[in-house]
């Protein structure tokens, strides 16, 4: 049997394959990451977007759509892909396919583009209490990356250049448009860029960590999302969590979609 | 479940928490859908097929300001919503 999950998120789609397979009489699933990341061209509606990477990650993984069983989609954008036979909220996909990376997790932090969560996950990976930030961009992935054309650099070359400094300067502005103002104040006051590039990243991770405070930190803390890629953010978020170690799974950004394609295996949803 | 809806800005924290595992077993009637004079609250099906309460999408960035008049600055001394809940799912952060 081979299920399907598809996260529409903000910014690309993920899909992910599951496999259940019989190994030594006994079964076992196996997960394969086929589908690309597409990002949006303006010309591409979600809708075109969500069929281009499914065929492309059917294509990639050399299997056919009848081979599919199931189909279960999540994300922002997860209403709009008219082939799932169910959607979940990217809040319950999290945790599910976090707890099925890390069997010990019991925070799962959640930072995309468009947004990040405190999840608390009981161990079959259901959402026991989460919280999320419906209003601010602050506590986003999107917000680092606007940051870092501030600073004229890459999202790659930002969150080294964190790790660069230990210089701790407090962002007062919660919001995003502000902020990018007090990074144009401190760029003119010839303040380093990886001091920069830490602040904000710090602010970051105090913005997500104020929603992972109202659930609770309990240890196993995983963190999923694109924002696993940025080393800066890791080592902020794991200073504002006052936590030793944050579990960071292989392909961060999929773990949502491996959530939808493990409730499609189920028939949960 | 305890779900909380809503958001942290400049001006301070705004939650409305709901605890679903009491709501799949209401004993209020769901009296919480016409306690709210703004009809913030809607019954969804949530990702493990309960029918449990949720704020309504269009009103989980507004919070601090639609929950205003039913503050004591509106003349309450309790709140409708948490009050017409009585099995005590509904919370407020502020």
């Known amino acids: ?269 | 479940m305890i779900a909380n809806y809503g958001y942290k800005d400049g001006s301070g924290e705004y939650y409305i928490s709901i605890d679903t595992d009491k709501c799949t077993s209401c004993t209020a009637g769901r009296a919480c859908l016409t306690a709210c004079p703004k009809e913030m609250f809607e019954i969804i099906t949530d990702d493990y097929d309960d029918e449990v309460a949720a704020v309504k999408q269009s009103f989980r960035r507004t919070l601090a300001f639609d929950c205003t008049g039913c503050k004591p600055a509106g003349g309450y001394t309790s709140l409708p919503c948490s009050t017409a809940c009585t099995p005590g799912a509904i919370k407020h952060s502020w």
Not at chain 1, 130 to 137: D, L, M
Not at chain 1, 149 to 168: I, Y
Not at chain 1, 239 to 248: M, R, S
Request: aromatic fraction near 4%.
């Open chain 1, 1 to 269: 049997m081979i299920t399907a999950g598809i996260d529409m998120g903000s910014r690309t789609v993920k899909v992910v394959f599951l496999e259940e397979l019989k190994v030594d009489g006994a079964p076992q699933l196996r997960w394969g990451v086929k589908g690309k990341h597409i990002m949006f061209p303006e010309d591409l509606d979600p809708d075109q977007a969500a069929d281009k990477a499914f065929e492309d990650a059917l294509k990639g993984a050399g299997i056919s759509r009848d081979q599919i069983t199931r189909v279960v989609s999540t994300g922002s954008g997860r209403k709009q892909v008219k082939f799932a036979n169910a959607d979940i909220t990217e809040v319950g996909a999290g945790a599910r396919g976090a707890v099925f990376m890390c069997p010990t997790a019991k925070t799962v932090v959640d930072v995309g583009a468009e947004e990040g969560r405190g999840v608390k996950a009981n161990a079959e990976g259901k959402v026991v209490d989460f919280a999320g930030n419906e209003k601010c961009a602050a506590g986003a992935g999107a917000f680092a990356e606007s940051m870092s054309r501030a600073l004229q650099l890459s999202l790659k070359d930002f969150g080294e250049a964190s790790l660069r400094s230990d210089k701790t300067i407090p962002m007062n502005a919660q919001c995003t448009v502000f902020a990018e103002s007090e990074v144009v104040s401190l760029i003119h006051s010839a303040t380093p860029k990886e001091d920069i590039a830490k602040a904000v990243l710090d602010a970051v991770a105090s913005r997500v960590c104020a929603m992972v405070r109202r659930v609770g930190i309990e240890d196993d803390v995983i963190l999923i999302g694109g924002m696993v890629h940025n080393p800066g953010f890791v080592q902020s978020l794991k200073g504002a969590l006052g936590v030793d170690k944050v579990h960071l799974p292989d392909m961060p950004e999929y773990i949502s979609a491996l959530g939808a394609a493990l409730i499609a295996a189920d028939g949960d949803a």
